[in-house]
């Protein structure tokens, strides 16, 4: 598994774009994207104009490659350049410590595999 | 729901002790506390000493209250002081931005409720 940690800063006048098209953007990846595991959205407490995305993929190549040329990626970026900050986004890259824990593990849940 | 992302630098000659003690933590947290949805630890790509703790709990009181006085935490504590380097421990609160999107909602699904 690979896990993708973005850090977003949001121009304030955009935040309901933002919001709409990030919305869109993780629905579309769980559904389309069988190597998209989980992606969460998350705001700030202290600041609703920032964010943090929490994307698991199975692998580096269902981030690298899948996701980043699928359809509602283009549109997501979009809306990105239009909404975020510049400068104002940071990905943080990692794998679990302990695979086995994590529920949308292909390997610990035949059901998450995607010829399953 | 209240979401707390914890950023953790660990000492190199400490990473087999951090490992043990935050894999109890994280386990016990899911297991014995009815609002602990959520506790992913994951290893930087680029750092195998840095860390990122995701965890959701089902409000700020779960957190607060239940977590931070349960047992294992206070096992943890004791591990953590002497495993992450001073001051290499931040905590970031954050919420849903999609509350219905996360799948561990007691909303959304009523097994995930503590009174199921």
Do not use: K
């Not at 869109?24 to 595991?37: H, Q, V, Y």
């Not at 679990?96 to 059901?111: H, K, L, M, R, T």
Request: proline content about 9%.
């Amino acid at each position: 598994m690979f896990t993708v940690l973005v850090d977003l800063r949001v121009r304030p006048e955009r935040l309901e774009e933002f919001l709409e098209g990030i919305g869109i953007n993780s629905r579309a990846s769980l559904r389309d994207e069988p190597g998209c595991l989980r992606f969460d959205v998350h705001q700030h407490s202290d600041d609703p104009n920032r964010f943090v995305l929490y994307e698991i993929y199975a692998d580096q190549s269902a981030f690298y490659e899948a996701h980043r040329t699928a359809p509602h990626y283009a549109a997501w970026r979009e809306v990105s350049t239009r909404c975020v900050v510049p400068g104002g986004h940071v990905n943080t890259f990692a794998t679990p410590a302990f695979p086995a824990d994590i529920p949308e593990n292909p390997d610990q849940n035949p059901s998450n595999r995607e010829t399953a």
